[in-house]
């Protein structure tokens, strides 16, 4: 998974993980292989009991384009209904995609603090973000 990621951690666009997060969080994951090779994963991480994140959605470069992503973000939308979450939002430089899965964009006041506190502190755009807050309702 560090593989896959690693141009994307260094560019900024996705926040770094230890290897110990990704194991303590690795069944927030869904992860799609190619003949035993990770291709693509994303994580729904659920912060309260109606509203939860998309994150860490990245796919190999060589097969952007193809549905792997929209199908992975159906997923987590899949399993963040399964838990009756009411909203489900993302930060991401990457507007047009999550709109065309039904996201909106909001203001980036209206996340909730402990997503500021606790992961955006880390990135190296802090405090100065670019990205775009969008929610999906169900």
Same mark, same amino acid.
């Given at each position: 998974?560090?593989?896959?990621?690693?141009?994307?951690?260094?560019?900024?666009?996705? #926040?770094?993980?230890?290897d110990d997060e990704i194991a303590m969080n690795i069944r927030s994951y869904?992860?799609?292989?190619?003949?035993?090779?990770?291709?693509?994963?994303?994580?729904?991480?659920?912060?309260?009991?109606?509203?939860?994140?998309?994150?860490? #959605?990245?796919?190999?470069?060589? &097969?952007?384009?193809?549905?792997?992503?929209?199908? #992975?973000?159906?997923?987590?939308?899949? +399993?963040?209904?399964?838990?009756?979450? +009411?909203?489900?939002?993302? &930060?991401?430089?990457?507007?047009?995609?999550?709109?065309?899965l039904g996201f909106v964009e909001i203001p980036k006041s209206e996340l909730?603090?402990?997503?500021?506190?606790?992961?955006?502190?880390?990135?190296?755009?802090?405090?100065?973000?670019?990205?775009?807050? &969008?929610?999906?309702?169900?």
């Open positions: 998974m560090q593989d896959l990621v690693k141009d994307e951690v260094a560019s900024g666009v996705i #926040l770094p993980r230890s869904i992860v799609v292989c190619d003949e035993n090779e990770i291709v693509g994963f994303c994580a729904l991480h659920i912060h309260t009991a109606n509203l939860a994140e998309v994150r860490s #959605l990245v796919i190999s470069k060589n &097969l952007r384009g193809s549905g792997i992503g929209s199908e #992975l973000v159906r997923k987590i939308l899949d +399993e963040a209904k399964f838990y009756n979450i +009411e909203k489900v939002f993302t &930060l991401t430089y990457r507007k047009s995609f999550f709109e065309k909730p603090a402990q997503k500021i506190w606790a992961d955006c502190i880390k990135c190296k755009h802090f405090p100065v973000c670019d990205e775009i807050a &969008l929610i999906y309702s169900f």
